[in-house]
């Protein structure tokens, strides 16, 4: 089992930037794949990026692609969600999520981390 602490998120101003951290522990040498879901107010979550822990691949939502960017601390099994520009729509709760496989599916997340909330005002 891999357990994950997702920290980070706050109140922002639209247009600033935030980073978000998690950091896995446990049996991480089980997924291969650390991914960021969101969940706004009324919504369903959905996918926001992910990437590969070795950093060969990575996937953004469209609405995220080019303000958002994912990396990987290898040595301290963290992960960054470096998030710019900021719009009221990116308002949510924001989580860390784990697994195996390359997708933007949740059916594929082994884990989940607790959650974050960003909120960003106009």
């Known amino acids: 089992q891999v357990q994950l602490v997702d920290s980070g998120g706050g109140l922002a101003q639209a247009g600033s930037s935030l980073r978000l951290s998690c950091a896995a522990s446990g049996r991480t040498w089980r997924t291969t794949v650390i991914s960021w879901f969101r969940q706004a107010p009324g919504k369903e979550r959905e996918f926001v990026a992910q990437t590969t822990w070795n950093g060969d691949h990575s996937n953004y939502a469209d609405s995220v692609k080019g303000r958002f960017d994912i990396s990987i601390e290898n040595g301290k099994n963290t992960m960054y969600l470096q998030m710019k520009n900021l719009k009221p729509e990116d308002t949510a709760l924001y989580y860390c999520?784990?697994?195996?496989?390359?997708?933007?599916?949740?059916?594929?997340?082994?884990?989940w981390g607790q959650g974050t909330q960003v909120t960003v005002s106009s």
């Open positions: 999520a784990a697994g195996s496989t390359l997708s933007r599916e949740e059916r594929h997340v082994q884990s």
